[in-house]
């Protein structure tokens, strides 16, 4: 069993950066790969990038050289740098586990899920 609690989200005007945690429990944390979704009002969850545990990294289009995704596997904490924030990037962010040995991109393919934190881009 793996619980996740993301955190890091709030307001922030477009152009600017936020960075979010997101804390495992666990042992074998290392042995996950962790995705970042993001679900906006009205819309479906989306894949926004993942980090395997080789800690190779794939990131959706809309986010790619914006988003950076990184893990510390002594910490049990994977994390989301977002920069050039645009309003269309709210929504909340949620992350994920995955024991798959690639990062997966469809909802399906993870085990575990954080609750999400809010990220509001204003204009």
């Known amino acids: 069993q793996v619980q996740l609690v993301e955190s890091g989200g709030g307001l922030v005007q477009a152009e600017g950066s936020l960075r979010l945690s997101c804390a495992a429990s666990?042992?074998?944390?290392?042995?996950?790969?962790m995705g970042w979704f993001r679900q906006a009002p009205g819309k479906g969850r989306e894949f926004g990038g993942g980090i395997s545990w080789t800690s190779s990294t794939t990131y959706a289009d809309t986010v790619r050289g914006r988003f950076t995704i990184s893990r510390d596997n002594a910490k049990n904490t994977v994390y989301l740098q977002m920069n050039s924030l645009k309003p269309e990037d709210t929504a909340v962010y949620y992350c994920?586990?995955?024991?798959?040995?690639?990062?997966?991109?469809?909802?399906?393919?993870?085990?575990?899920w954080g609750r999400g934190t809010q990220v509001t881009v204003s204009s």
């Open positions: 666990g042992r074998t944390f290392s042995r996950y790969a």
């Open positions: 994920a586990a995955s024991l798959q040995f690639v990062v997966a991109i469809t909802t399906t393919e993870y085990d575990y």
